[in-house]
């Protein structure tokens, strides 16, 4: 069992950042892939990005390559989500999810654990 808490979300100006955490429970964290992903009202959840066990990995969504960047702190359990030059149409709530399926590693599917979620809301 793993447990995923989510912070740093919050209000922000168009072209603002935003930095997100994610803290997991367990003494395994190393060992799993990690993503963030995001749901905006009336819309399906959608993969933002991933990173690998040991960080050396790096994918992110088109929509969001360039401006966002995805990293862990093994060490901390930690995994961060650094948010540039926000847009508000990156208005969601955003959640972090332990990678269970490699093949499913671009999708809600391939993915088991899930946090509750933190709300990131940009204003124009």
């Known amino acids: ?53 040991s960080g050396a990995i790096t994918n992110y969504a088109d929509s969001v390559k360039g401006r966002f960047t995805i990293s862990r702190e093994n060490a901390k359990n930690t995994v961060y989500l650094q948010m540039n030059s926000l847009r508000p149409e990156d208005t969601a709530v955003y959640s972090c999810a332990v990678q269970g399926s490699y093949n499913g590693r671009y999708s809600t599917d391939g993915y088991t654990y899930w946090g509750q979620g933190t709300q990131v809301t940009v204003s124009s």
Do not use: D, H, K, N
């Not at 793993?2 to 190393?30: D, N």
């Not at 993503?35 to 690998?52: K, L, N, Y």
């Open 1 to 53: 069992q793993v447990q995923l808490v989510e912070s740093g979300g919050g209000l922000v100006q168009a072209g603002g950042s935003l930095r997100l955490s994610c803290a997991a429970s367990g003494r395994t964290f190393s060992s799993y892939a990690m993503g963030w992903f995001r749901q905006a009202p009336g819309t399906e959840r959608e993969f933002v990005a991933r990173i690998s066990s």
